[in-house]
């Protein structure tokens, strides 16, 4: 995990400190089908797909990959890469499309990359495909409840860590991801301490303590801080919100409070920082690519 906030926005893949779900839908591929994706050094988002059924060749680096009911396979940012539905038993997925840096690190931990595009799954799992059905409900039906995808992204996550890692690995590792989850949707609330998750998780302090520093190299209360001063930093470059509101959306009650502990971890005043690294939210990005790729297409049907 990058603690140093300038190195996020650094980064060419940063967009936000958590991960944004842009698009979730669903394909049934006919035996024909076959996608190209060029290489482009400015398209910085991910795209997820999971296998609900039959099979496929997966075509990145000068290798071949076949991949089949329950596994995961990405399109790496900015790479090419080239898939195809097996003409006996075509591939149906579900997919999303993700940004972020904090995305990609996400990805890492289930051993997806660009040196790795295709994990496979011990087993198939009903509930990752009822919480992506979840997903793909929400985002046809309410595009804009982002926090609601957020939701079902982390549980889907975790779901994921089940299917693919040995189950004492999983097991050494649920409750720092049932952290990881409650302090992602509960961050805003100012009132939300430490006490609040080791009531959740029925755990002693001392035991959270331990299983988090061990696996994230820092405490559940510095987590939780580092987490509110990421979302402030994202709020910062993609709004012009006072950051008086900004400060309590992160879920500082104390202005004051917020203003040390933001210069403590990002070097800088919050002003500062806003005018060094101000950008274009990426969901407009992604629309806007979207767009073009659609003018472009529709031009070229056109010549024929």
């Known amino acids: 995990m990058i603690k140093d906030f300038n190195q996020f926005y650094k980064l060419s893949l940063y967009s936000c400190s958590r991960p944004i779900v842009l698009e979730c839908l669903k394909e049934i591929c006919s035996p024909y089908k076959s996608e190209e994706v060029s290489a482009d050094p400015n398209r910085t988002y991910i795209s997820l797909h999971y296998i609900i059924n039959g099979k ?18 990405i399109i790496p940012p900015g790479e090419s890469i080239s898939y195809k539905a097996d003409k006996e038993d075509p591939f149906s997925y579900y997919w999303m499309v993700l940004a972020g840096q904090s995305a990609y690190e ?22 990752i ?7 793909n409900r929400v985002y046809l039906e309410h595009p804009k409840a982002e926090y609601e995808m957020l939701g079902w992204f982390y549980l889907l996550f975790d779901r994921f860590k089940v ?13 720092v991801n049932q952290t990881v989850i409650l302090v992602g949707c509960s961050y805003m609330n100012s009132h939300f301490t430490v ?7 029925n755990l002693s302090l001392s035991y959270l303590n331990r299983v988090f520093k061990r696996d994230m190299k820092m405490s559940p209360k510095q987590y939780l801080t ?3 001063i990421k979302n402030a930093c994202d709020l910062l470059v993609q709004t012009n919100r006072k950051i008086t509101s900004i400060a309590r959306l992160a879920g500082f009650e104390d202005t004051k409070l917020f203003a040390r502990d933001f210069k403590k971890s990002t070097g800088m005043t919050a002003t500062g920082f806003r005018e060094k690294f101000s950008r274009t939210d990426p969901r407009e990005a992604f629309v806007k ?11 070229e049907e056109r010549k024929e």
Do not use: P, W
């Open 56 to 73: 496929g060749i997966l075509n990145y680096r000068g290798m071949s990959y076949e991949v089949g009911k329950g596994d995961l396979f």
């Open 129 to 135: 495909v009822d919480l992506f059905g979840r997903m």
């Open 106 to 127: 996400m990805l890492q931990e289930i051993g997806l990359s660009k040196d790795n595009i295709c994990v496979k799954c011990k087993k198939h799992n009903t509930e």
């Open 195 to 201: 006490d609040d998750i080791c009531v959740n998780l």
């Open 163 to 175: 299917a693919i890692s040995a189950e004492d690995d999983f097991n050494r590792g649920h409750y």
């Open 226 to 228: 580092f987490i509110r």
């Open 289 to 299: 690519e979207k767009s073009v790729n659609k003018y472009i297409h529709t031009k």
